[in-house]
T-cell receptor
Framework: EAGVVQSPRYKIIEKKQPVAFWCNPI?????LYWYRQNLGQGPELLIR????????DSQLPKDRFSAERLKGVDSTLKIQPAELGDSAVYLC?????????????FGPGTRLTVL | GQQLNQSPQSMFIQEGEDVSMNCTSS?????WLWYKQDPGEGPVLLIA?????ELTSNGRLTAQFGITRKDSFLNISASIPSDVGIYFC??????????FGAGTRLTVKP
């Protein structure tokens, strides 16, 4: 079974440029999460989707970050414009549903460097 | 908020030695989880603990859910070179919302 797929794996951009990350969750997983992992830290949740609905986006900086999960399958996270402090690894995870007994499976992440 | 304090930040050990790391919080969690992250990869679940006092093993790994529900530890016995990586604790609250510690970076010298 294929795991969570993310692309690109690496992205280097200049500040004020836009950037987008793509995630394809494990087939059949209804819940999708986007995390940001700063250097030397653990992942921090940005947004959670239940099917196509964003049910928890309280930690998403809405002035520059946006996300969508059309058709409740794959998802895109966008930053526009990027700032130096956005440099981090952006992880996507999925779980069968939001139940506390369902493991979250993580993708390999996209490492973003903003110059 | 549900802040987790994970220690130690890093460990340098000799192959064959045992390792112990822990996580504490001022908040109560419903579940404690331990993940391992290799370079360039996402975290992978090692052990999940669902009840206060629970002691669970997975091969050479043993983890416990503290009685107060505010702490957990992970032990690795007889370390091997492939144990190298960053180990994260995570506390779960609500249904599947997790808070992660800052990680323990483990280096194993052959």
């Amino acid at each position: 079974e294929a795991g969570v797929v993310q692309s690109p794996r690496y992205k280097i951009i200049e500040k004020k440029q836009p950037v987008a990350f793509w995630c394809n969750p494990i087939s059949g997983h209804n819940t999708l999460y986007w995390y940001r992992q700063n250097l030397g830290q653990g992942p921090e949740l940005l947004i959670r989707y239940e099917n196509e609905e964003a049910v928890d986006d309280s930690q998403l900086p809405k002035d520059r970050f946006s996300a969508e999960r059309l058709k409740g399958v794959d998802s895109t996270l966008k930053i526009q414009p990027a700032e130096l402090g956005d440099s981090a690894v952006y992880l996507c995870a999925s779980s069968q549903d939001y139940s506390s007994y369902n493991e979250q499976f993580f993708g390999p992440g996209t490492r973003l460097t903003v110059l | 908020g549900q802040q987790l304090n994970q220690s130690p930040q890093s460990m340098f050990i000799q192959e064959g030695e045992d390792v112990s790391m822990n996580c504490t919080s001022s908040s109560i969690f419903n579940t404690w989880l331990w993940y391992k992250q290799d370079p360039g990869e996402g975290p992978v679940l090692l052990i999940a603990l669902y009840k206060a006092g629970e002691l669970t093993s997975n091969g050479r790994l043993t983890a416990q859910f503290g009685i107060t529900r505010k702490d957990s530890f992970l032990n690795i016995s007889a370390s091997i070179p492939s144990d190298v990586g960053i180990y994260f604790c995570a506390g779960r609250y609500n249904n599947n919302d997790m808070r992660f510690g800052a990680g323990t970076r483990l280096t194993v010298k052959p």
